[in-house]
């Protein structure tokens, strides 16, 4: 336990230590120094991502601590911290100009966040004061908050963006000369300057069943090439037909086994990785996709896509919930094979997997603020619902399968940030066909920012 009353000689080694960890003072290597100047704390290594230029990180250790710096433009003030829980997690108070702008309770001990401020401030240079205000410390624990930066939001001039979601493929793949699967991603690549294309999730069953020469995975892989190729992120559900549970045909493979074998998805996981999705942040289980969770920027706000096994697991359904919990400024988005069904209601049974979708929405979806929308396939056509979560938010599922033999639909979802609106449409590429009857448009989204 430390001192933190009086600690100079604390203080004083802690920062040598940061010295030796950022270069000697005056090399050409030498990091750039905290923006912060720290009293009654100090200036330590930092531990939470995405690491600060310099480092290093303003920590606040008592209800007397505070730092201090000057950012120059206008809009709302931006804090990036993490907390140390200790009965609760930490707040801070900021100032600007000597200007009370507010508190905030920084809700992450991992990632540095950002947590927005005050109303807008004008055109200058500002004079910021962050300091903690609700200190707690007992033989057990001790509420810190650890500041990475302070800064003016950036100004965003493209509030509207896409994201697409591409159904059940596995009628695409089960001939080398069926091009409908590439022709999908050739057709996003191509336009993505004019939708503002930023990610591309797959609902799950990207194939129909494997062979021994895996054909069919050789024919998805060789389409998803594309979005790659266009540095395009996106992710891949894992439905039934895409596990050792099915077998050529599409009937069980072995019976006997079929609870065990859909968790086996080795040979999906040959073809498709981690580093080919492009924007993966992390993973239920290492050198496997079939849980993992990718976030980007867009719109001026965040996002994440959380990719869950069918059926999942009430340890990934856990596992989910800290990753959901750990990022509260992130608009989330849920991408599982089974959830709502061809009448768009929640699906009750978990059938050969372990957790039903009702299980995944009480347990998981709507516990959230922050969860936003649910794509799911694998049965009927296509459908939406929207349900209200336990803190009175929206949730907007959308269903889309399809098991199309003639086009290749995709579902293109537009998000106006500025609107707060949502505009979803179904498109085929191949033959130049749109699927009017599922478009679908809501405002008062509630978006995370």
């Known amino acids: 336990m430390r001192f933190r009353r009086t600690r100079s000689a604390v203080i004083a080694a802690i920062a040598g230590a940061v010295v030796a960890a950022v270069g000697l003072s005056g090399t ?8 912060f100047s720290v009293v009654d704390g100090t200036i330590t290594p930092a531990k939470g991502t995405p690491v600060p230029a310099s ?4 920590s606040l250790w008592s209800n007397s601590s505070y730092a201090t710096t000057t950012i120059d433009g206008s809009g709302r003030v931006q804090i990036g911290a993490i907390g140390d829980n200790c009965q609760g997690w930490p707040t801070v108070r900021v100032t600007a100009d000597g200007t009370l702008l507010g508190d905030t309770t920084i809700v992450s001990a991992t990632s540095y966040g950002t947590y927005g401020v005050g109303p807008a401030l004008g055109a200058g240079t500002h004079t910021i004061k962050i300091q903690l205000v609700n200190d707690v410390q007992t033989t057990t624990c001790d ?15 493209d509030t509207k963006f896409t994201f697409a979601v591409m159904p059940d493929t596995q009628q695409e793949v089960l001939n080398a000369s069926d ?12 336009n993505k300057s004019a939708l503002d294309l930023r990610f591309v999730s797959h609902s799950g069953d990207v194939v129909n069943w494997d062979t021994p020469d895996h054909s069919q995975y050789v024919i998805a892989r060789n389409a998803m090439r594309s979005l790659e190729t266009a540095k395009i992120p996106y992710s891949l559900a894992i439905g039934n037909h895409d596990t ?10 072995d019976p006997a086994h079929t609870r065990e074998l859909v968790r086996d998805t080795s040979v999906f996981n040959q073809y498709f990785t981690a580093a080919q999705y492009g924007a993966v942040k992390g993973q239920f289980e290492a050198g496997k996709v079939d849980n993992s969770y990718s976030t980007y920027d867009a719109g001026g706000v965040q996002w994440l896509v959380m990719t869950l096994e ?90 889309q399968t399809f098991h199309s033999n003639t086009t290749n639909p995709v579902r293109l979802v537009e998000i106006d940030t500025k609107a707060d609106s949502v505009r979803t449409w179904i498109y085929g590429p191949y033959n130049n066909q749109s699927f009017t009857e599922y478009d679908r448009s809501f405002t008062g989204v509630g978006l995370v920012r």
């Open 28 to 35: 050409a290597s030498a990091a750039p120094a905290s923006q």
């Open 55 to 58: 480092g290093t990180q303003a």
């Open 143 to 157: 509420r810190n908050v650890h500041l990475a930066y302070a800064r003016m939001e950036t100004a965003t001039t």
């Open 179 to 190: 091009t409908r699967f590439k022709n999908r991603t050739d057709w996003l690549v191509a």
């Open 244 to 253: 050792q549970a099915t077998g050529v045909g599409g009937s069980a493979r």
């Open 310 to 399: 069918l059926w999942p697991r009430t340890e990934v359904v856990n596992w989910a919930k800290s990753v959901v919990a750990a990022n509260p400024h992130h608009n989330v988005v849920v991408v599982t094979h089974d959830y709502i069904d061809a009448d768009a209601n929640i699906e009750q049974s978990g059938s050969y997997g372990a957790n039903s979708p009702q299980y995944l929405y009480d347990n998981l979806i709507k516990q959230y603020a922050n969860i936003k929308f649910v794509f799911s396939g694998h049965v009927g056509v296509a459908g939406n619902r929207v349900d209200t979560g336990v803190h009175g938010n929206k949730i907007y599922s959308f269903l």
